[in-house]
């Protein structure tokens, strides 16, 4: 229904921007697009410094990807980044440690089903350190061309994978006995739509790699709305001439990357491509530099690598590799080229067209020179011939200037007779307008004095009536101000009275609260005076965690059996403490862990109490 809607959007605006007038003014706002994207970028990042950055994410980390299995990053790349039709690998390894080692493993074969569409299928494994990802994804993409430098491609990827967890060594305090949690292998089925905009060589992109997702174990959804990941880019093609290398061309991209409950992902790469090796430098505000380098072997096989170093947090001086391994199956003339190519190929033939058309004009003018002597013994003879047609013709208009004299002498003279006539009458009408002027200003004099007059008469009255009206209400304020400011007075008081009576009343709970709330013998009890950030009462105590990644999977799987778990890291020891809920008594909280939470938690807990200043 997704793609159904957006085509049908791109199919009318089609036929809109089939008029000029619109066409003209959609080129200039998609060129304007150039810099309003990259602005809009560059704030984005400063806003995403602002953010607690925690640990990794599990997403696919597939900022590196360039050229082969692109689709990844965005499923509209399939058409022109794929290079289809050809099989491709890529792997990731995020660091070498004992343990929570995160890797990728991305197989793909894609392909052109026309100039217009693509599609393509893939095998992956993934271990994001906390789940290990196995399955499968299926990519079409399509493209739809308003013009030749204006294209909007539409693409989606599905994946469909089992997940369960990758590490199921769980490490529990021994003075705190503890239940392990339990660990289900979930079926899980998510789509991820993108768009790429294309106008000359520039591109604008959008994708999301979890917007649609539904986990068929759980039967829900297997994210929450606010859990979703947006990834945008901007980037900008520049032809080459590197000689014999071919294809050329030099692709700097910027992007950004939202992730739920994590710091936005910033970064650039630049992108040297040829037909022969390929180039790449990169940075990320996460994973920190990147460099690879590869190439390609008998016109079909491509090999690359890339090695990434971690600069920042907890991923410092932490290297990171990639291997990129692909067989280009279709000719080697069929490789995509950089965007803007095809208008390129259009200017070089209209180069061509000029050229020949210049020929033409030389061959002309050849043709010209060849026919010149006989075209100035024509003109000889036609100047002959116009010399006798123009003294005839200036004869005749010598006759006729002489007769036209004579007759504007007499027409001048009559014109001068009417024009004094004209201007005798027009001054006996101003010297009338002028004495009318007069009478009038006279008349207008007159009424202003009378209206002033008036108007002096009106102003003393009105402040006569206004003297008596401030008057009267100055008396009746004051008489209020004192029925209000007697008021406020027995208010006050009384507020005064209730106040003192509930300070007591509070005193003497408190104090009858402290004499009761004790611990019995033998009970699992502890007791601060203070805890950063902890309101004072008692907390019923689920788990204590020294390990952050054992706590984010106890977390999750107390959120799918229906529980709210909140939790806070004790400043003696820096544990993550997980709490079911705060009471205000002790004997609420005994008749908490004693019913087990109204049935909802059936495992063990204990209190712990914030004495509060």
Partial sequence: MFFIWLKTLAILLTKFIQKKYVRLLVFVF???????????????SFSGYGQTEEGLASNFRQHNLTTYNASLFNPAFSLDRNNPQSFALWARWQWQAIDANPTTLFLNYSRKLNDRSAAGLAFFQQNTGVFFNTGGALNYAYQFKFSR?????????????????????????PNVPLPLPTVTDDFIIQMAPGLSLSVNRLTLSLASENLFDYNFTANEANTEGDEKTLMSLVSYDFPLNLGSAGNAFLRPSLYLR???????EI???????TNRYWGQLSYNNLYGYGIGVGG????????????EFGTSGSLSNETSFELVAAYFLGKPEERHSFVGSDMEEDENALAELEKEQEAEEKLTEDTEKVDKKAAVELAKAEEKQQRKREKFVWDSIAKVEKESAVAAKELQKQLDREAKEKANAEEALAKAEEKTRKRKD??????????????????????????IAIAEQA??????????QDSLIAVALEERRVIEAKKKADEAKIAEQNRVDKPKVGEKYEEVVSEAGLLPGYYLIANVFGTKKYFVAFMADMKKKGLQPRAFVRSKNGYNYVYLARYRTLGEARTGRDNKLDGKYPDQTWIFRVVGD
């Fill in 475 to 484: 008396e009746a304020t004051m008489e209020a101000q004192k029925l209000k």
């Fill in 296 to 307: 390609t072997f008998f016109k079909h096989l491509s090999l690359g690598a890339l090695v």
């Fill in 30 to 44: 998609l060129h304007m697009l150039r810099i309003v994207s990259f602005l809009l970028l560059v704030l984005l």
């Fill in 149 to 173: 430098s204006v294209k909007l491609a539409l693409g989606a990827n599905v994946f469909a994978f089992k997940q369960e967890l990758a590490d199921d060594r769980f490490q529990i305090d």
């Fill in 442 to 467: 006279e008349i207008d004099t007159q009424n202003r004095e009378a209206e002033a007059v008036a108007a002096v008469r009106e102003k003393e009255e009105a402040a006569k009536r206004d003297s």
């Fill in 258 to 264: 939202t992730l739920p409950e994590q710091s936005n």
């Fill in 267 to 273: 970064g650039f790469n630049t992108l040297l491509n």
